[in-house]
């Protein structure tokens, strides 16, 4: 759900939002058949997701390089999600309803802004520290790049999800997930664009937090770990560390809990939750900073 409101920046923000998927800018092996027939509706896109950008560029290009997109495209990283209220005056009649729990869902008011985060390419490396990786393996996923640059773009600009691997794996085509075309990535490394030099990116479970750092609402971002867990949940989740404890040997109650984590985050990665009837649409928030 939504976690914050910024009423002096006029701005509500979200940990995720539903988009409808524009099959329109998809090759058409994506766009038509099976996989047309494959479209449910609405995909949930979530912080921290990894996705295609469409972006524009005066650059002539030849359309097989936009493959399986028909529009220009690069990965990023989805940091922050927000929408920009046209006045203030919006936002307090919005923190007025929260407390009464009468705020109205899928309120549509105001564009839906997503701050991202480059995954670069080879390509978008520069010739001289491009000359120092390995070679291109055909045989092997693409690698792309963990980065330390921002940039802020309309939610309408998504196309649709990537997965990364922190483990070199054999290449593969672009898979589909429920119609949308999503392609595989090898990612192990940083760049620094600043520091013009390649680094470890540290472990996968470890990323959104790092995207979190470069962030311009850091603020915002950091009320959303201060939210408690619901009782209910808690209460669940401790009696299921209880029994887990009680059938593990001595010197294994942490690794069963990192593999059940490890479980959860390989099902959710699986497939978008699909849901609603909008291009892009967020719920309204709970969390009021005036």
Same mark, same amino acid.
């Given at each position: ?34 996989? &047309? ?50 006045? +203030?005056? @919006? ?69 649709? #999800? ?56 850091? &603020? ?7 939210? #408690? #867990? ?12 209880? +029994?887990?404890?009680?059938? &593990? ?25 699909? @849901? ?15």
């Amino acid at each position: 759900d939504p976690f914050h409101v910024d009423v002096s920046a006029m701005k509500s923000f979200y940990e995720e939002m539903c988009i409808i998927p524009p099959f329109d800018s998809y090759d058409n092996r994506f766009s038509t058949g099976k996989s &047309a027939k494959m479209r449910r509706g609405q995909w949930k896109v979530k912080l921290g997701d990894t996705v295609t950008i469409t972006y524009e560029d005066d650059a002539v290009d030849s359309s097989a390089t936009h493959f399986p997109f028909v529009v220009r495209w690069a990965p990023a990283e989805i940091i922050s999600i927000y929408r920009v209220h046209k006045t +203030k005056g @919006l936002c307090e009649s919005l923190c007025e309803k929260l407390p009464k729990g009468d705020t109205q869902k899928g309120n549509d008011a105001g564009e839906i802004m997503v701050e991202i985060r480059w995954l670069y390419r080879r390509d978008d490396v520069s010739e001289a520290m491009k000359k120092k990786l390995n070679p291109v393996d055909s045989n092997e996923l693409e690698e792309v790049f963990e980065t330390d640059i921002v940039e802020l773009v309309s939610a309408e600009t998504i196309l649709s #999800p990537i997965r990364l691997h922190d483990v070199v794996t054999p290449s593969t085509g672009p898979s589909t997930i429920a119609g949308m075309p999503c392609i595989h990535y090898h990612c192990s490394r940083f760049w620094s664009l600043g520091r013009r030099s390649f680094g470890p990116s540290g472990p996968m479970e470890g990323r959104v937090l790092r995207g979190r750092k470069y962030s311009a609402h850091k &603020a915002a971002l950091s009320k959303l770990q201060q939210i #408690p #867990p619901s009782p209910a949940k808690s209460t669940a989740s401790a009696k299921k560390r209880r +029994k887990q404890s009680e059938k &593990a040997p001595i010197g294994t109650i942490q690794s069963v809990a990192m593999r059940d984590h490890t479980q959860k985050k390989a099902k959710t990665e699986e497939q978008p939750i699909i @849901l609603h009837k909008t291009r892009v649409s967020c719920s309204d928030p709970f969390h009021v900073d005036v």
